[in-house]
């Protein structure tokens, strides 16, 4: 969890006020190797946003190596074919089965 803590503080100071986790801590999974999430990036200040945030090369390298998981904007392009989903909306489907399924939605601007 320290480097889902550290993206959220980085986020927190772009102005984001909320972020949705997903992956294996919304599984049954005991131990979570990584994350997945999406963070609304209403009103973020992007010159104050950490780049490796909106680095998505190499499949998210930089992002894994500083916060051990994987970040996106809740509101971007999560698919490029229909449905044309948003993060958000994407996480919100089991991948394997398509049903839908619950994500941990955190308000940042209540973490102290």
């Known amino acids: 969890m320290d480097g889902f803590e550290r993206a959220v503080?980085?986020?927190?100071?772009?102005?984001s006020q909320r972020?949705?986790?997903?992956?294996?801590?919304?599984m049954a999974k005991e131990f979570p190797a990584d994350y997945?999430?999406?963070?609304?990036?209403?009103?973020?200040?992007?010159?104050?946003?950490?780049p490796v945030l909106l680095d998505f090369s190499r499949r998210r390298n930089a992002?894994?190596?500083?916060y051990f998981g994987e970040l996106f904007p809740a509101q971007s392009q999560?698919?490029?074919?229909?449905?044309?989903?948003?993060?958000?909306d994407f996480f919100q489907n089991d991948k394997?089965?398509?049903?839908?399924?619950?994500?941990?939605?955190i308000n940042i601007g209540t973490i102290v």
């Open 9 to 15: 503080a980085a986020l927190k100071v772009a102005g």
């Open 19 to 26: 972020v949705y986790l997903d992956g294996s801590f919304v």
């Open 36 to 50: 997945d999430a999406c963070w609304d990036a209403t009103g973020v200040r992007i010159e104050d946003l950490d």
């Open 63 to 66: 992002q894994k190596m500083k």
């Open 78 to 88: 999560a698919e490029a074919h229909s449905p044309y989903r948003t993060f958000l």
């Open 96 to 105: 394997d089965s398509g049903n839908k399924k619950g994500i941990i939605g």
